[in-house]
C-alpha cells in the first residue's frame, strides 16, 4: 500500500527502442531476432498508463530523451552479440562478413533511438 502523498515510480521503455538494432541486424539475415519476446507488449510505454490506471489516479507519463550514436563496429557487435536472441546461430559463422556490413553502417555515426522513461503514479 502507498502511503499518502507518496509516489510509486516505474521505468519501461516502448516499441521503438533501440528499433534501428533490430532493422540492422534484420538488413544482414531477416533470420535474426534479438530477443524472443518484447517486454514492452506486457508493460511498456504504449500501455503502461492503461494498466497503471486501474490502480493509480493519477498517473504521468516522463520520457527520457537520449539517444546513442555508434562511432565503430565492435561496440554495437559486442551488444548485438550479448542479446538473448537467435544471433549467434546466424552471425558467428559470417563474422567477417558482419564486422565489414556493420563498419559500413557505423562510418559516420549509427544512429540508436531511445524511447524510455518513467511513469509517476500518486493515488487521490
Known sequence: MLKPGGVFLCS?????HMKEVSDLVQEFD???VLSADRLY?????ENGMDIL?????QVTWKPYE?????????PLISYILSCHG????????????FLSFVKK???????ITKDA?????RVS
Do not use: A
Open 30 to 32: 531477416e533470420r535474426i
Open 86 to 97: 537467435n544471433q549467434n546461430q546466424y552471425i558467428l559463422d559470417r563474422y567477417k562478413e
Open 66 to 74: 537520449d539517444s546513442l550514436l555508434i562511432p565503430e563496429p565492435e
Open 12 to 16: 519501461t521503455y516502448g516499441s521503438n
Open 53 to 57: 490506471k486501474s490502480c493509480f489516479s
Open 41 to 45: 507488449e506486457n508493460f511498456g510505454r
Open 117 to 121: 522513461g518513467i511513469f509517476l503514479c
Open 105 to 111: 553502417k557505423t562510418r559516420y555515426g549509427f544512429h
